[in-house]
C-alpha cells in the first residue's frame, strides 16, 4: 500500500480556529488536546494523522497557500474576497457565519465623497464603485468601529457578527455587502500532487458539513 503524503494545514488563530478544530475531531481526526486557542505554539505536528499545522494571523493563510509553505488552509470568505489570492476554494466549511457591512451612526448623513474606514479596503472600494458612489477609504488594522465615533470617517466596512461592537459603540448596520463562512482552501500544486490525501481530508470534512446541516 502506498503510504498517504503527508499535509500541510494553515489555521487561522482567533475567532475560527475553535470552531475549525471543532470539525478536524468530528472528522475524525486526533487532533492534541494541548492544541487550543490560546497555545503560542506557531507550529504543531500530528504524526498520526500524517498533519502538520501552522497557526498563523488569519489575513495570513492565502499567502501561506499560495506560496505553497502549506498545502491547505482554513480561512474566512472575508479574507479570500479581500486578498484575491491564487489559491483553489475547495470547501465551503460552513463555520463561523458573518457578514460584510457597511454600517455608520444611525443620524448618518450622505455627504459627497464620504470617508470609509475598513480593515477591507479592496472590498470597500469595490462595494462602492458598484453602487457608483465615489468615497474615500481609509484603511485601519482594528477597532474600526470607533472611526465615525471621533470623525475620521463616515461610515465603516467590517464584519458584523453578533453585533455587539456595533451596538456597544452606538452604530447601525446600513448595508450588507456579503455573508461570509470560513472556507477550506488548497494550494494549486498540492492539489494535484497531493490529491490522494487532501480527496480524503476534503471528504471526511464534506461528511461533516453535510451532517451538521441536516442536524444529525
Ligand atoms: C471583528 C470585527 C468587529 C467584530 C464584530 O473584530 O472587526 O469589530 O469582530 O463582531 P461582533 O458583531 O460579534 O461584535 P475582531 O474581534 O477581529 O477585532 P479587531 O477589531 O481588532 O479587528
Same mark, same amino acid.
Given at each position: 500500500m502506498v503510504e498517504r503524503q503527508e499535509l500541510i494545514v494553515a489555521m487561522p488563530k482567533g475567532r475560527i480556529f475553535g470552531e475549525a478544530l471543532e470539525l478536524l475531531r468530528k472528522a475524525g481526526l486526533d487532533m492534541p488536546? %494541548? +492544541?487550543?486557542? %490560546?497555545?503560542?505554539?506557531?507550529t504543531v505536528t500530528v504524526p498520526r494523522e500524517k498533519l502538520s499545522f501552522l497557526l498563523v494571523k488569519p489575513v495570513d493563510v492565502p499567502t501561506y497557500v499560495e506560496h505553497g509553505v502549506a498545502d491547505l488552509g482554513v480561512v474566512g470568505k472575508d479574507v479570500l474576497m479581500e486578498e484575491e489570492r491564487d489559491v483553489h476554494e475547495l +470547501? %465551503? +466549511?460552513?463555520?463561523s457565519p458573518c457578514r460584510v457591512s457597511v454600517a455608520g451612526l444611525p443620524d448618518w448623513k450622505p455627504v459627497l465623497n464620504p470617508k470609509v474606514a475598513s480593515k477591507y479596503p479592496r472590498i470597500a472600494d469595490q462595494y462602492f464603485r458598484e453602487q457608483g458612489q465615489q468615497v474615500e477609504v481609509i484603511r485601519l488594522n482594528?477597532?474600526?468601529?470607533l472611526a465615525p465615533l471621533i470623525g475620521l470617517a463616515d461610515r465603516i466596512v467590517d464584519i458584523v457578527s453578533t453585533g455587539r461592537t456595533l451596538k456597544e459603540n452606538g452604530l447601525v448596520e446600513l448595508e450588507e455587502i456579503a455573508s461570509v463562512t470560513s472556507r477550506l482552501i488548497a494550494n494549486r500544486s498540492s492539489y494535484r500532487l497531493k490529491s490522494r490525501a487532501v480527496d480524503e481530508l476534503y471528504e471526511r470534512l464534506g461528511k461533516v458539513v453535510e451532517q451538521g446541516r441536516v442536524g444529525v
Open positions: 488536546q %494541548d +492544541l487550543t486557542e %490560546d497555545s503560542r505554539k506557531l +470547501l %465551503d +466549511l460552513e463555520i482594528g477597532s474600526v468601529e
